[in-house]
């Protein structure tokens, strides 16, 4: 019987061109946008594990030679927003779920995200939020899905979890969850595969 439905957020819950945030962001703060898109792809594993925290980024930001008298935060997520589409379909979906089952999220990533993902409230949507950059592990470390099962105090076949990362959905199966990889906006067929599983 499953008990829980785990969903990742980027890819399935919205869909984000972090690249032209990066750029705009850069721009809008008096930097090249290649140090900011450098930035983000050279410590892409210190910036997920939250070893690079929020203010660590402002800060290397400033010293780049950002403008030191903008609030950055507020910059980058008037920019995010501008460049973020949300699953809207699909959040109808996950709030018709919450009435049977326990809905879970899963997901890799940094602070200045997480910072967009309150923005938009996007964790009221969820019973429980396991996030890489606090728990300072990341997908597809088998200890990471554990959390999730820990925290909705299930089995691992008492699991679902949804991701659009092959590598990622591997992870998941490789400790007996079951899996659905989902296409972005595909949700009848999302739902096609829950109902095999269901």
């Known amino acids: 019987m499953i008990k829980t439905i785990i969903f990742d957020i980027g ?28 930035y983000h792809k050279e410590k892409v594993e210190d910036l ?5 925290t929020l203010d660590d980024f402002w800060k290397d930001m400033r010293e780049a030679g950002g403008n030191p008298d903008l609030d950055y935060s507020a910059v980058w997520i008037d920019e995010a927003i501008k460049n973020r589409e949300i699953n809207n379909e699909l959040l109808e979906i996950i709030r018709k779920l919450r ?3 326990s809905i879970g999220t899963l997901t890799n990533l ?18 429980y ?5 606090k728990e300072h592990l990341k ?14 105090s299930a089995q691992p076949n008492e699991a679902i979890f ?5 590598e990622h959905i591997t992870g998941a199966q490789q400790i007996g969850i079951h899996t659905i990889t989902y296409t972005y906006q595909e949700n009848n067929k999302f739902l096609e ?3 095999k599983i269901l």
């Open 99 to 101: 009435k049977s089952y």
């Open 129 to 133: 939020a396991i996030l890489s950059c």
């Open 139 to 152: 997908k597809p470390d088998p200890r990471f899905y554990q959390l999730a099962l820990t925290q909705a």
């Open 48 to 52: 997920l594990l939250g070893n690079i």
């Open 193 to 195: 595969d829950l109902n």
């Open 11 to 38: 890819g399935v819950i919205t869909k984000t061109d972090f690249k032209k945030i990066y750029s705009d962001f850069a721009l809008r703060i008096g930097i090249s946008p290649e140090i900011v898109i450098n």
């Open 162 to 166: 949804v991701d659009d990362k092959e």
């Open 110 to 127: 940094t602070f200045s995200r997480l910072i967009i993902d309150e923005e938009m409230n996007l964790y009221s949507h969820f019973d």
